[in-house]
C-alpha cells in the first residue's frame, strides 16, 4: 500500500536532539501521529482532531472513565521540553497548550489537541535542520527506547555513522542514571532489542561498536552504522495499527472498583492501574517503582507524575500480554514485570 504524503512526518533536529521528558511509548508514538496529521508549511493544520474512539485505542487506554481520560490527556498537557540557548541558557516550554473533549453534531465524541505557541516554531514553517521519515515506521515499535533510538538514528541516516557518548545516549532515550546500571543490562535490554526491533519493523537498521577510554578502558561511547533496511514486517497504516488493537480490554476474571484510599499518593498511583489493586498492593509496587523513579532523578513534571507515568506504561504492557495469555494474578505478573526492570 503507498504512503500518503500525509503519512510523513517532518521533524527539527534540534526537537529530535532534546532530552526525553519522561514521555511514555503511548505519548511518543502519540507525538509522531501529531506530527504526521500536520503540515509543517500551513500553521493553520496545527489543531488536530480524532475520534475519541480512535485516540482510546493509539494511546491504549482500555476502558475509558472520565478521570482516567484526564489523568492522560492532563500527561500530554504537561510535556516541557528545554532548548538551549546560545548564550548558554535554555527556553522551557510544552509541547500542547490545549485538549478539548466534545460532541459533534451527530453526538460522536471527539478529541482535539492544539500545540503549543512557544513550540511552532519547532512543527512549522522550516526549511532546513530537519529529517522525515513515514509513520508506519512508529507503529510496531515496541517500547519507548526502540522508537526514540529510531528516531536518533533516522536523523543521522544520510550520514551514515553517528559517535555518542553512553551518557548523552541514555538522556536522549529518557533513561534515568538509577535504570540498567550494568553494562551487560544496557547492552541486552536496550541496545540489541533496539537493534532487532528496527530491522524487524522499520527503514533503517544499524551495527555499533564501542569506544573506549584507552585500550581496554571504560567504555564512554559508541559509534552506530546506519543503513538502509528492505527487510521489515511491512508497512502499517494509522487506520490499520488502530483496527488491530482491541476494542476493549476485559477484566478476564478480577473485577475493578473504585477504592478509597488512606494514603493520597497511592490513590493518585492507583489510578494508572484504573483502580484495580488494593492500598497494600499498591504500596508493594510503590516500593519497587522508587527504586527506578527515585527522588532525586530531574523530573521535568515532578516525581510522582514520573512514577505515574512508568506504572501506567507497566499496566498498558500487562494489559496487551493479558490479550495473548491468561494471567491468573494479574498483581504478581505486574509486580514481576518491575522487579525485572530493577535487576
Known sequence: MAIKKSNLIEKRNILNEVRQNNMTLQEIRFFSIYLSKINARDLSTRTVTFPLQDFQKIMELGRLKINYLQSVTNSLLGKVVNIKNEDGGYTAFQLFKRCKVFKNETEQWYIEIDAHDDALPLMFEFKKEYFTYELWNALRLKSSNQLRMYEILKQYEKVGNRK??????????????????????????????????????????????????????????????????????????????????????????????ERNFQDEEMEFLAGACENEFSEDEMLVLYDLIQQIVPYDGDYPNGVQCARYDYLLQQYHNLNLQANKRKINNRFSYLKKMIQVAIK
Open 164 to 257: 555518542i557518548s553512553v551518557k548523552e545516549l541514555r538522556e536522549l532515550l529518557g533513561i534515568a542514571p538509577t535504570e540498567y546500571p550494568r553494562w551487560d543490562r544496557f547492552r541486552d535490554r536496550v541496545l540489541d532489542a533496539c537493534q532487532q526491533a528496527l530491522e524487524e519493523s522499520t527503514d533503517i537498521k544499524f551495527t555499533y561498536k564501542l569506544i573506549r577510554a584507552g585500550r581496554g578502558g571504560k567504555i564512554t561511547g559508541l559509534e552506530f552504522f546506519i543503513s538502509k533496511n528492505e527487510n521489515y514486517t511491512d508497512q502499517l497504516t494509522l487506520e490499520e495499527f488502530i483496527d488491530l488493537q482491541p476494542e476493549i480490554i476485559e477484566t478476564k476474571g478480577y473485577e475493578k472498583e
